[in-house]
């Protein structure tokens, strides 16, 4: 019987080969079959499983900049009996100089999306989680066409607007970038990591002397569909957003990755 040689390449584990176990189908030395206790499960043909990561980047088209409000508390208020009892909301008179800073700095009426939060209490008793939320104010201040000079001028502006305002604090500094064409973006991705895949099954065909045929069999792994594509959120149990932590010095760019698994079959 001829040798079978199944090779597996995971995204951070190689399997040592004290993992490998030979297996001898008669009393020849050399007539042996090397088997990894991982898929693809032995055949009578060679067989490469490998992972394809692909990634593209773009600049974004358009980013969104997220500022989170909270009220100024240097102490509980006398009496309270829980956190966000009887807690004050935030106006729009509050916040109406740092949307005066923006305007006064060519930002549209149109790319300013704001909205209160009212704090609401808890009526679940104990055991239950707790339903309170906290009060607070989020504004959104779109942008066409970023620049990290003009991402940080806006977010420099209302911040230095803020400030004076005693009863307010900005809480957090998020951003998201989107692009137009999002298909096109991930199909470039798709397209890197195919040729990734092609490469790492090339190279192990090759440390075993063996040919690989043309039409490998493809597949998404099953993770993929809760991970957030370019411009859309992900579909994970608790949540998640593109949005990040604003950093001054990221590139103002969308970035797609994509894993691919791809079995190979030898000749």
Do not use: H, W
């Not at 030979?22 to 499960?41: C, E, G, H, V």
């Not at 773009?58 to 009892?85: H, I, M, T």
């Not at 597949?219 to 149990?237: K, M, T």
Request: aromatic share 8%; net charge negative.
């Amino acid at each position: 019987m001829s040798s079978l040689i199944v090779a597996v390449i995971t995204t951070s584990l190689i399997p040592s080969p004290g993992r490998t176990e030979n297996i001898s189908n008669d009393s020849t030395p050399d007539a042996r079959q090397i088997s990894q206790l991982f898929y693809p499960p032995p055949s009578e043909e060679p067989t490469f499983r490998v992972i394809g990561k692909g990634r593209a980047s773009q600049p974004a088209d358009r980013a969104s900049l997220l500022f989170k409000f909270a009220r100024n508390y240097s102490s509980p208020p006398e009496g309270v009996l829980s956190q966000f009892e009887t807690q004050e909301v935030i106006t729009l008179e509050m916040l109406q100089p740092i949307l005066d800073a923006l305007k006064a700095i060519g930002v549209s009426d149109q790319a300013i999306d704001l909205e209160i939060i009212e704090p609401s209490a808890s009526f679940l008793p104990f055991p239950f989680p707790s339903t309170a939320t906290e009060g607070g104010a989020q504004l959104v201040v779109t942008v066409e066409n970023p620049s990290r000079d003009r991402l940080e001028e806006i977010v420099n502006t209302a911040t230095d607007a803020a400030n004076p305002i005693e009863e307010i604090l900005i809480s957090t500094v998020n951003v998201e970038y989107s692009v137009n064409n999002c298909q096109a973006l991930e199909q470039v991705a798709y397209q890197s990591a195919i040729q990734d895949a092609q490469n790492r099954a090339n190279s192990i065909a090759a440390a075993t002397g063996t040919r690989l045929r043309l039409v490998p069999s493809v597949a998404e792994p099953f993770y993929g569909v809760f991970l957030p594509g370019c411009n859309s959120q992900g579909n994970l149990p608790f949540g998640s957003n593109t949005s990040s932590p604003y950093d001054p010095d990221d590139p103002v760019e969308v970035t797609v990755n994509k894993d691919i698994f791809v079995t190979y079959t030898g000749r």
